[in-house]
């Protein structure tokens, strides 16, 4: 894949050694990608321990801690960005908020936590995203959004979150056409069910057959897609909700 080096990337969510977010980050940053990362509830040595091994594959990183359920969040990370390492061309909107509910439990509380996380942290990170990058005169950019298969086949016990990420999609499609004129491209990764930090056995047991590959989704394999799409090659995708879930079987 092509990239051009020393480009920035700013990944939100990289909390925990076997998250996504972390995954991605290192993925970017083996390929000459100076990292940003946003965390939130996670163990300060661990968070000093990942930058310098993100450092280590001799590109710059720099992080924020920040509660992405702030209104004001997408300017205070963008504003950090920017003074500590410049303005970043790839953007990947990975943090997600996720609360079991179903019918019974879904109320007005539990619906703005996951609104104020998934949808609108993500959604003025972009459009705001998008305005600076105008001004900075760069020539392409990269918006990578996270989805969940919702447009695939019902989540049930997840009402809340399923019609913040759904809400996603519609967004990406949308941004897309709005931002093509700019050299921006707008996407989301659907990665499927995925072995990071919220599996148990007893999940991983339940999932295993229906993966025809024989195996469970890893974070290395979300931030693979991830990395395709950051890359030159995919400058002519944009407007799309790529389904990289490893054959998995919804039936």
Not at 15 to 43: E, K, V, Y
Not at 187 to 210: C, F, H, Q
Request: hydrophobic fraction near 40%; aromatic fraction near 8%.
């Amino acid at each position: 894949m092509i990239y051009n080096k020393n480009k920035i990337a700013l990944i939100t969510g990289a909390s925990s050694q076997r998250d996504i977010g972390a995954a991605i980050c290192r993925n970017l940053a083996s390929r000459g990608i100076h990292i940003f990362f946003t965390h939130w509830n996670s163990d300060p040595f661990w968070i000093e321990e990942f930058q310098k091994e993100i450092m280590d594959m001799g590109v710059l990183c720099e992080n924020l801690k920040i509660d992405l359920s702030n209104a004001n969040a997408a300017f205070i990370i963008l504003d950090s960005i920017e003074n500590k390492m410049g303005f970043p061309s790839i953007l990947v909107n990975n943090a997600a908020h996720s609360k079991s509910d179903g019918y019974l439990e879904l109320d007005a509380q539990i619906m703005d936590e996951h609104y104020a996380v998934n949808m609108r942290s993500t959604f003025l990170l972009s459009v705001e995203f998008a305005r600076r990058f105008k001004k900075q005169g760069l020539d392409t950019g990269r918006i990578i959004n996270m989805t969940s298969g919702q447009d695939l086949g019902p989540m049930p016990g997840e009402l809340a979150y399923v019609a913040t990420k759904g809400a996603i999609s519609a967004f990406t499609r949308s941004l897309s056409q709005e931002l093509a004129p700019l050299g921006i491209t707008v996407n989301a990764v659907n990665p499927g069910p995925t072995d990071s930090t919220w599996m148990t056995d007893e999940i991983r047991e339940y999932l295993l057959p229906k993966f025809p590959m024989g195996r469970i989704g890893s974070p290395e394999d979300v931030a693979r897609t991830i990395a395709f799409i950051a890359s030159d090659d995919a400058k002519w995708i944009t407007g799309q909700i790529i389904n990289s879930e490893g054959g998995f079987i919804r039936n």
